[in-house]
């Protein structure tokens, strides 16, 4: 796929490793309230919803810092968050706001007004994400399975498309993520996007129930999705923990079809999603874990695959993220490690952008300098 990778002395260039899919409000909060017993994305959304309410704007962007701090040492120089605005104070959203602006030298920062507890489960929700768009987040979201009715989760759709042409924004959708395979809210946005033309500026997270379709109703899907331009992440630990929790055996794994995505030549890439959260109990930042984790399950390691598999947490990210000009990543295999970075300094940022230590191998750093991906 066009991506910049050239062995240089003992150094690998390739695009910056992008984080397209994580919940920076979230991040450090796994002990905050009850502990998630089911293992299950609802009851992870039930154990948030109960603990978020007394968080301030300064907590809030302390714990954002952190996990952006996670990230960057390990390569990330840009992220899309999934920001929570079922929260009529909009904490989380003013914290990323601040913090998006903050680092703008250093870190592509995009922000989507996320309804977590959704548009139309509870009275105002839709208005809530639009007062989102306007204070300035950059992407909608949805979360159209957790309607209280299908018929709910279809009109989240159609407000989420109506929204985006509205302000001009990208789109990206928690989307089936869920075993259901009744969850087919992909196959509405895939044809309403189609239908405006702005597939490309849209994203389906998850699809995980698209990892449990019949064949013949996917492969009718590849064909439209793949004409829209549509892109997919999957975010492989994070589905394989949180489904399959309704199987005995055979158990599935949770994750959509991302071999065959990848095959039908649609845009699809690999993302953490969680670090300590009411979802999920680990995560720290290394998306070389995930992108090991994601090719195991999706199996796409033939040689051409392993080849490419990079470009699952770089290139593919950054076209995900409508990131025309991208930023780019060094891969070394030499051991070095330094304390520095890691006290709480934003201003250190800056310099895990540019030469992070790792303990640990293998040590990427961020060049200052750009290159072209992709664009259109
Ligand atoms: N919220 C959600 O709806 N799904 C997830 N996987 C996480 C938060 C982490
Ligand atoms: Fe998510």
């Given at each position: 796929m066009g991506h910049c990778r050239i062995s240089w002395f003992q150094c690998t260039i390739f695009s910056a490793i992008s984080e397209?899919?994580?919940h920076l409000d979230y991040?450090?909060?796994?002990?905050?309230?009850?502990?998630?017993?089911?293992?299950t994305l609802f009851e992870g959304i039930q154990r948030w919803s109960e603990s978020k309410?007394?968080?301030t704007v300064e907590q809030m962007k302390e714990r954002i810092y952190k996990g952006i701090r996670k990230e960057m040492l390990q390569g990330v120089q840009a992220i899309r968050t999934h920001i929570d605005?079922?929260?009529?104070?909009f904490t989380g959203l003013k914290a990323a706001l601040e913090v998006r602006e903050e680092v703008k030298d250093i870190l592509d920062l995009q922000i989507v007004a996320f309804p977590q507890e959704g548009?139309?489960?509870?009275?105002g929700g839709a208005e809530l994400v639009e007062e989102g768009l306007k204070m300035g987040a950059d992407c909608v979201g949805a979360i159209p399975h957790f309607e209280l009715a299908r018929e709910f989760g279809e009109k989240s759709i159609h407000k989420t498309v109506e929204l985006a042409l509205k302000y001009d924004r990208l789109i990206d959708v928690h989307c089936d993520?869920?075993?259901?395979?009744?969850?087919?809210?992909l196959e509405l946005l895939n044809a309403l996007v189609l239908m405006e033309g702005i597939g490309m500026k849209t994203t389906a997270s998850h699809t995980c129930s698209f990892g449990s379709a019949d064949n013949s109703y996917a492969f009718r899907m590849m064909k439209l999705l793949k004409k829209s331009g549509i892109n997919f992440i999957s975010c492989p630990t994070e589905n394989i923990y949180l489904e399959?929790?309704?199987?005995?055996?055979?158990?599935?794994?949770?994750?959509?079809r991302v071999k065959e995505l990848n095959d039908n030549g649609i845009n699809v890439c690999f993302a953490q999603?969680?670090?300590?959260d009411p979802w999920y109990p680990l995560g720290n930042g290394n998306m070389m874990m995930i992108l090991d984790h994601g090719i195991h399950i999706a199996q796409m390691m033939s040689p051409e695959e392993i080849a490419n598999a990079l470009d699952l947490v770089t290139l593919n990210g950054a076209v995900t993220m409508n990131l025309m000009i991208c930023r780019t990543s060094c891969l070394r295999h030499r051991k070095i490690s330094s304390d520095?970075?890691?006290?709480?300094?934003?201003?250190?940022l800056w310099d895990a952008a540019r030469i992070s230590f790792l303990p640990m191998n293998p040590m990427y750093f961020g060049y200052t300098f750009t290159h072209r991906i992709k664009s259109g």
């Open positions: 397209s899919h994580l991040v450090f909060t796994a002990d905050m309230g009850e502990q998630n017993d089911s293992g309410g007394n968080i605005v079922t929260d009529p104070t548009m139309y489960a509870y009275k993520e869920t075993d259901d395979t009744q969850s087919r809210f399959g929790r309704q199987d005995t055996y055979p158990k599935r794994r949770g994750l959509t999603d969680s670090m300590s520095f970075l890691w006290n709480g300094n934003p201003a250190l």
